[in-house]
Each structure stands twice: as structure tokens, then as C-alpha cells.
């Protein structure tokens, strides 16, 4: 079965550095989102990606945050200067199209920011 | 503003029994509902979902109700089993100003099945 991937599983950085998580949706989907999840937290939205744009964006996705679709497979979020609260599970997922609403997630990738 | 929430933080039961899981939401206009088991050190994982046009919708041991009139939505588990140890999540389709959609998640409540 399709399965959402994500990579790397785990990422350590410094405060200020810039990291970028890896997504490879399921190859037939057309809508991409992040979304995070502080640990014992709830999962929030972060962003909405479709027709290589961003839909629809959080209060969490400011100017630090950006995403992109660089190829066919793979669905990208940079986080320019990391901050201490940046520390998360990001989660990638995605559904096929606007009927199908059902979003698969990705297993995630914890960023543990020092 | 918008919230999808959870009356129980933590809920045991014994291996057999049943479970229900239950989610309270305060957007009267939403349409679609997805039920979520997150297991440790992985992402959500789909159970169940349920559009507002029906107030019942059952799978494979599981069921989830969904009762408008007081904004609330269950999963039932039926004989559950250790595997089903994990949080819960009810996700609240929202529809964002461009046309897609996001999901407003709980809090989340975390199933232990005792042997």
C-alpha cells in the first residue's frame, strides 16, 4: 500500500540553523500539508500546498518557515534560523484531491533544536 | 474560534472490553470527521471517518457516532484488544479560504488495555 515517507526520522540542530525536512507524498495525491506536533501536544496545521502554491497557512508559519515542491516527488520545509520552540515532530501529509478528503500522514520526523 | 476537544485525557480497559473514546466540536458547519490512532514515535494513522449527513458509520471493530445536536462524536472499539493501545484523535475537517482543506485536531486521549 502508498505510504506517505519522510526523511530524516531524526534531526539535532543548533539555535539559528537551518533545516530542511523531506516528504515524499503518495504519487498520486495533489495536496500537501505540514503539520507539527510539540511532544504531549496536540497536532496543529501548519501549511497547505496545491498547483506548486501555498493554500492555506497558520498563525505558526511565519517568515521562518517555507515550503516547496522542488521535483515531482518530493515536498520540502525549511525552517530558515531554528528556534528552541521549533523542537517538534513535524508530520507531512497528503490526500489524492478535493472529493477524496482523507489525509495520510508521513511517520514524521522529530527536529530537536539545541 | 473553532475547537475540536476531548472529554478524557487517559482511558483503561480491560483486554475484551469495549471502548469509546469521545470528542466534543464547536463548529455546527462541519461536514467530515476523521478518527486517528497515533502510536508511539509514529504519525496518525486513519481509522474512521464520518460525513455529517450520517450519524453512524461502522468499520471493522470500530464505530463512530456522531450526534449534531450537541456537537459530539465517539469511537467505540469493540473488544479491545493490546494493539489498540495508543492516543485517539478526532480531526475536524476545516475548509480554508482557497478551497483545500486543513484539520483541526483534539487534544487527544490516550487508551491503555490492561491484560
Known amino acids: 500500500e502508498p505510504e506517505v515517507t519522510q526523511t530524516p526520522s531524526h534531526q539535532v540542530t543548533q539555535m539559528g540553523q537551518e533545516v530542511i525536512l523531506r516528504c515524499v507524498p503518495i504519487?498520486?495525491?495533489?495536496?500537501f500539508y505540514w503539520y507539527r506536533q510539540i511532544l504531549g501536544q496536540k497536532v496543529e496545521f501548519l501549511v497547505s500546498?496545491?498547483?506548486?502554491?501555498?493554500?492555506?497557512k497558520s498563525e505558526i508559519f511565519d517568515d521562518q518557515f517555507s515550503v516547496e515542491r522542488p521535483d515531482g516527488s518530493n515536498f520540502t520545509l525549511k525552517i530558515r534560523s531554528t528556534k528552541l520552540e521549533d523542537s517538534a515532530m513535524y508530520f507531512c501529509?497528503?490526500?489524492?484531491?478535493?472529493?477524496?478528503?482523507?489525509?495520510?500522514f508521513g511517520p514524521g520526523t522529530r527536529l530537536l533544536v539545541l | 474560534g473553532e475547537s475540536v476537544g476531548l472529554h478524557l485525557p487517559t482511558l483503561s480497559v480491560q483486554e475484551g472490553d469495549n471502548s469509546i473514546i469521545n470528542c466534543a466540536y464547536s463548529?455546527?458547519?462541519?461536514?467530515?470527521f476523521i478518527w486517528y490512532k497515533q502510536e508511539s514515535g509514529k504519525g496518525p494513522q486513519f481509522i474512521i471517518d464520518?460525513?455529517?449527513?450520517?450519524d453512524k458509520r461502522q468499520g471493522q471493530r470500530v464505530t463512530v457516532l456522531l450526534n449534531k445536536t450537541v456537537k459530539h462524536l465517539s469511537l467505540q472499539i469493540a473488544a479491545t484488544q493490546p494493539g489498540d493501545s495508543a492516543v485517539y484523535f478526532c480531526?475536524?475537517?476545516?475548509?480554508?479560504?482557497?478551497?483545500?482543506?486543513?484539520?483541526?485536531f483534539g487534544t487527544g486521549t490516550r487508551l491503555k488495555v490492561l491484560a
Open positions: 500546498f496545491y498547483n506548486n502554491e501555498i493554500s492555506e
Open positions: 504519487s498520486n495525491h495533489l495536496y
Open positions: 463548529n455546527s458547519a462541519s461536514d467530515y
Open positions: 464520518i460525513r455529517s449527513n450520517m
Open positions: 501529509a497528503s490526500n489524492p484531491d478535493r472529493i477524496k478528503e482523507t489525509q495520510y
Open positions: 480531526a475536524e475537517k476545516a475548509l480554508g479560504v482557497s478551497g483545500t482543506y486543513k484539520y483541526i
